[in-house]
């Protein structure tokens, strides 16, 4: 991942002339032993495999009830969760972390903890409550993990909305937000006073028990968004399914108007943006103009996607348009254009906006470090 903002960037930097390629030639790879690799190239040809992946949680069920809980979780530590977790305690975590810092890589780290959109509905706020004590002691873990921190303000933490409010509200508030549009009771400017003042919120078209969740929700969203700052972690919050997002992004402004303020050192909480989607590009233009015009910081994650087969089942299910891109060439000019976007913007805003190129595609990677290259001298 790619993250660029024009204060990293300075104007005095070399011309577009002497830009040259990122290098993919697998340097990194001497930080690995043998049985690493080996597991690495397992894991990848695995998660190739069509079968696995659509029924790779049915096996895992398969497999602790044949195997045990402890002998199957054994086997995922040592292939597929050994691959991509850093570890299951802080020790462990720091130690990788420090094995990346040789190759000048830093750390994102997340809460693995989301509510899907079709799951049982949770009971109380006990389990929202325990997700905001996890993500507490992430940002903490966050802050406390590099050895050298670097810039303040360099630590970033991935944030899942549905951790901390119910899938249940973030669909009903995303109804009304798609059928009133811009309106006073539903917007972040209101939202953002809720959370400050901690005062009861009424939203007219919530029953009782929504108005009373979404309070709660307003205030765990608060407390780590406070705590973050606090120790000047920023937060990128993730984008989940079409039919949660529009709420899950009312409730990124709310906190942005509260903590992305000017002055305060740069977009303290940011938005994640999927190219994969249709209406991406525009949303993108859209929020990053109004940004602008209310003089607000603005962080951006962009990324691909990871609901595409959901997404599209859902939508022939309900007999709606399919949300997605038709293809993946698609989605990559989608994704360019949204990069060629956000890259003219933090080329005018400087500090007040930044970019997270969250991608694989070294294609994409490439441009984007060139198109700055070339923008640090405009």
């Not at 590099?146 to 508030?173: D, F, H, V, W, Y």
């Amino acid at each position: 991942m790619l993250w660029t903002c024009r204060v990293l960037c300075p104007q005095a930097g070399p011309s577009a002339g002497g830009w040259q390629p990122l290098s993919f030639d697998g340097g990194a790879f001497h930080l690995k032993r043998t049985g690493e690799l080996t597991r690495a190239l397992l894991v990848l040809r695995m998660c190739a495999w069509p079968p696995l992946v659509t029924h790779g949680l049915a096996l895992q069920a398969w497999s602790q009830r044949l195997l045990g809980s402890r002998l199957s979780g054994a086997l995922l530590r040592a292939s597929i969760y050994g691959q991509f977790v850093a570890g299951e305690t802080t020790e462990e975590v720091r130690g990788c972390v420090q094995q990346l810092q040789t190759l000048c890589l830093r750390p994102l780290l997340a809460v693995p903890t989301e509510e899907e959109p079709d799951s049982a509905v949770k009971t109380g706020e006990a389990w929202y409550e325990g997700n905001l004590s996890a993500m507490l002691r992430c940002v903490d873990l966050s802050q406390g993990l590099l050895e050298a921190p670097g810039p303040t303000g360099n630590i970033l933490m991935q944030l899942k909305m549905t951790a901390l409010t119910s899938t249940r509200l973030c669909k009903e508030l995303t109804s009304w937000v798609r059928r009133l549009g811009a309106s006073w009771e539903l917007s972040p400017e209101r939202l953002a006073e809720a959370m400050d003042s901690g005062r009861g919120l009424q939203i007219s078209c919530l029953n009782a028990e929504q108005n009373q969740h979404l309070q709660a929700s307003l205030s765990r969203l608060h407390r780590v968004a406070q705590h973050a700052r606090a120790q000047r972690v920023r937060l990128l919050v993730d984008a989940e399914y079409t039919s949660l997002n529009p709420a899950l992004s009312l409730l990124v402004a709310a906190l942005a108007e509260r903590w992305n303020r000017p002055g305060e050192g740069g977009p303290w909480v940011w938005n994640t943006y999927q190219a994969y989607l249709k209406d991406t590009h525009e949303r993108l233009r859209r929020d990053a103009e109004a940004a602008d015009r209310a003089g607000l910081a603005f962080g951006v994650k962009l990324v691909r996607g990871a609901y595409l087969d959901k997404e599209r089942e859902v939508a022939r299910l309900q007999g709606t348009q399919d949300p997605t891109q038709p293809d993946y060439e698609a989605t990559n000019q989608s994704y360019s254009r949204c990069l060629e976007l956000m890259l003219a913007h933090v080329s005018h805003r400087g500090p007040m906006c930044h970019l997270m190129v969250a991608s694989h595609n070294e294609e994409s990677v490439q441009q984007a470090t060139k198109r700055a290259s070339r923008l640090r001298c405009v």
